[in-house]
C-alpha cells in the first residue's frame, strides 16, 4: 500500500516555505521533483490505522490523548476509538496566509476541551502532519509548561516531512521533497453552502 503521487504545477505563493525549498533542493540533485500528493478517503482511514498500530507496536502505553485541531480532528477521533479512551481537543493554527498554504504566526488556544479528567500521565498528541515542525514543536513546550502532571509526550502524525526542525515519535509516511499534501476533506474548504446545494442537485439529477 502507499498513496498516490500526482506532480502538478502550482504558482510558488500558494505553497509554503518548507515545500519552495524542498523543490529547489530536488532540483539541485536530480531527484524527481514531487510537488502535491492527492490522498483518497480510503487511503486516508487506512494510513489512520496503520498509525494506530504502529504506537500499539511500540508497546507504550498512555493515559490521555488530546488532538489539535482542525487537521488532527479525524486522527485522534479513530485513535480513541480503537484504544477506547476519550479525546481531549487543543486548537492550534499557524495557516492563515495565501489561502491557507503559507505560515503565519502560530495561535494556541487558552483551553482544551476534554469531557473527564485532566491531562496526566503519558500523553500521546496526535495532529496529520509535520510540515516545519513549528506547530508541533510550540505545542509539546506549551503542555509541558500549562501541565506538570504530565510525565511524558509523545507525537503521532500520518506525514513527516523531510523539512521539518521536530521529529515526531511516530508516523506512517515519510515525504522527502516534502510535498503539498491534498487531503480528501479540503473539497469542502470554501466551497459554501450554495455551492453545496449545487453540487448535492447536480448528483441527484444523475
Same mark, same amino acid.
Given at each position: 500500500?502507499?498513496?498516490?503521487?500526482?506532480?502538478?504545477?502550482?504558482?510558488?505563493?500558494?505553497?509554503?516555505?518548507?515545500?519552495?525549498?524542498?523543490?529547489?533542493?530536488?532540483?539541485?540533485? /536530480?531527484?524527481?521533483?514531487?510537488?502535491?500528493?492527492?490522498?483518497?478517503?480510503?487511503?486516508?482511514?487506512?494510513?489512520?490505522?496503520?498509525?494506530?498500530?504502529?504506537?500499539?507496536?511500540?508497546?507504550?502505553?498512555? /493515559?490521555?490523548?488530546?488532538?489539535?485541531?482542525?487537521?488532527?480532528?479525524?486522527?485522534?477521533?479513530?485513535?480513541?476509538?480503537?484504544?477506547?479512551?476519550?479525546?481531549?481537543?487543543?486548537?492550534?493554527?499557524?495557516?492563515? !496566509?495565501?489561502?491557507?498554504?503559507?505560515?503565519? !504566526?502560530?495561535?494556541?488556544?487558552?483551553?482544551?476541551?476534554?469531557?473527564?479528567?485532566?491531562?496526566?500521565?503519558?500523553?500521546?498528541?496526535?495532529?496529520?502532519?509535520?510540515?516545519?515542525?513549528?506547530?508541533?514543536?510550540?505545542?509539546?513546550?506549551?503542555?509541558?509548561?500549562?501541565?506538570?502532571?504530565?510525565?511524558?509526550?509523545?507525537?503521532?502524525?500520518?506525514?513527516?516531512?523531510?523539512?521539518?526542525?521536530?521529529?515526531?515519535?511516530?508516523?506512517?509516511?515519510?515525504?522527502?521533497?516534502?510535498?503539498?499534501?491534498?487531503?480528501?476533506?479540503?473539497?469542502?474548504?470554501?466551497?459554501?453552502?450554495?455551492?453545496?446545494?449545487?453540487?448535492?442537485?447536480?448528483?441527484?439529477?444523475?
Amino acid at each position: 500500500y502507499r498513496s498516490t503521487w500526482y506532480p502538478r504545477d502550482r504558482t510558488a505563493s500558494r505553497r509554503s516555505y518548507c515545500g519552495i525549498r524542498s523543490i529547489e533542493a530536488a532540483r539541485r540533485s /536530480d531527484r524527481p521533483v514531487v510537488k502535491d500528493l492527492y490522498v483518497t478517503w480510503d487511503e486516508y482511514h487506512r494510513l489512520i490505522e496503520r498509525l494506530s498500530l504502529a504506537i500499539h507496536e511500540s508497546g507504550w502505553q498512555f /493515559d490521555s490523548l488530546l488532538c489539535l485541531a482542525r487537521g488532527g480532528l479525524r486522527v485522534g477521533d479513530i485513535i480513541s476509538r480503537i484504544y477506547d479512551m476519550p479525546l481531549a481537543i487543543l486548537a492550534a493554527s499557524s495557516y492563515r !496566509e495565501a489561502a491557507g498554504r503559507s505560515q503565519g !504566526e502560530l495561535d494556541i488556544g487558552e483551553y482544551i476541551t476534554m469531557t473527564q479528567g485532566k491531562l496526566q500521565g503519558r500523553l500521546l498528541l496526535v495532529d496529520d502532519l509535520v510540515d516545519s515542525g513549528v506547530t508541533l514543536g510550540r505545542v509539546v513546550e506549551h503542555l509541558k509548561e500549562r501541565f506538570p502532571a504530565l510525565d511524558e509526550v509523545r507525537t503521532a502524525v500520518i506525514w513527516h516531512k523531510a523539512c521539518s526542525t521536530f521529529k515526531p515519535d511516530y508516523h506512517v509516511e515519510y515525504l522527502p521533497t516534502n510535498p503539498w499534501i491534498h487531503q480528501p476533506f479540503e473539497v469542502y474548504d470554501a466551497m459554501g453552502p450554495q455551492n453545496l446545494a449545487a453540487r448535492l442537485r447536480s448528483a441527484a439529477s444523475g
